[in-house]
C-alpha cells in the first residue's frame, strides 16, 4: 500500500513569507506526527495529532508554526514569516493509533529553504 | 524523559555482524527501548523495539542487559544499504503520544 507522502519535496522562499507543508499519512492511521530536522542533528519533534486535534504541541517553536489537520487524514503545517533559521527538513510521520509501541512510519520529508 | 547515549559512529565491513550499543542508566521500569534508522535523504523507519527480553525480527536483534541500562542493536551481516544513522530511543509505557525524542545517532559506515 502507499506510505506517507508530502508535498512539496522542495520549497524555497524568502524570508518573511507564508508557507504551507502537506502530509498525506498512510491510510487508516489515527495518529500523526511532525517533526523538523536540521542538517546533521537529529529529527525534533514539532507536533501530534489524535484523529483532528492536536495531542500534544508542545515542540512548536514558537507562534509562528501552526498545523491542522481539519478530516483526521491530510495534515498541513503551517508557518508564517519565515526566518532563516526555519530552513530544515519538515517530516511528517504517522502511526495506526499514537499508542507507545506503534511503529510510526516516516514520509520523505519536505526540505525548506528560507533565503 | 531519560536520556540515551550513542557513540558518534562506527564502521563495519560487509557481510561481517555489527554491534551497536546504546546506554539508557537511567531508563524507568516502564520505558520501551526502539531503534530507527535513517538512510541517507530518507525519513526515519523502523527498526526493532523492546522491553525487558532479547527480540529478534527480519531486519535485526536487539540484545537488552539484565539491568535495562544498556542495549545493543546487532545486525547480522552488513550490507551496503545498511549503512545509516541508528537511534536508539526510549518511550515510556503508555505514553499518551508516542513521540519519538531523538538524539544524535550512531552513523554507521559499511565498507566493501
Known amino acids: 500500500g502507499a506510505g506517507v507522502s508530502q508535498t512539496p519535496s522542495n520549497k524555497v522562499t524568502e524570508k518573511g513569507k507564508y508557507v504551507e507543508l502537506r502530509c498525506d499519512p498512510i491510510?487508516?492511521?489515527?495518529?500523526l506526527y511532525w517533526y523538523r530536522q536540521s542538517l546533521g542533528q537529529g529529527p525534533e519533534f514539532l507536533i501530534y495529532?489524535?484523529?483532528?486535534?492536536?495531542?500534544?504541541d508542545s515542540g512548536l517553536p514558537n507562534d509562528r508554526f501552526f498545523a491542522v489537520r481539519p478530516e483526521g487524514s491530510v495534515s498541513t503545517l503551517k508557518i508564517q514569516r519565515t526566518e532563516r533559521g526555519d530552513s530544515a527538513v519538515y517530516l511528517c510521520?504517522?502511526?495506526?493509533?499514537?499508542?507507545?509501541?506503534?511503529?510510526?512510519?516516516f514520509g520523505p520529508g519536505t526540505r525548506l529553504t528560507v533565503l | 524523559d531519560a536520556k540515551t547515549t550513542q557513540p558518534n559512529s562506527m564502521e563495519s565491513n560487509e557481510e561481517e555482524p555489527v554491534h551497536l550499543p546504546c546506554n539508557h542508566s537511567?531508563?524507568?521500569?516502564?520505558?520501551?527501548i526502539h531503534w530507527y534508522r535513517q538512510l541517507p535523504s530518507q525519513g526515519p523507519e523502523y527498526v526493532i523495539h523492546?522491553?525487558?527480553s532479547n527480540v529478534n525480527n527480519r531486519m535485526a536483534s536487539l540484545a537488552i542487559a539484565e539491568d535495562r541500562k544498556s542495549s545493543t542493536l546487532i545486525l547480522h551481516r552488513a550490507t551496503l544499504r545498511d549503512a545509516a544513522v541508528y537511534y536508539c530511543?526510549?518511550?515510556?509505557?503508555?505514553?499518551?503520544?508516542?513521540?519519538?525524542?531523538f538524539g544524535q545517532g550512531t552513523t554507521l559506515q559499511v565498507k566493501p
Open positions: 491510510s487508516g492511521h489515527t495518529a
Open positions: 495529532f489524535q484523529g483532528t486535534g492536536a495531542a500534544d
Open positions: 523492546g522491553l525487558t
Open positions: 537511567t531508563i524507568s521500569g516502564t520505558d520501551y
Open positions: 510521520a504517522s502511526s495506526l493509533d499514537g499508542r507507545d509501541n506503534n511503529e510510526q512510519f
Open positions: 530511543i526510549l518511550i515510556r509505557r503508555s505514553s499518551n503520544t508516542g513521540k519519538l525524542i
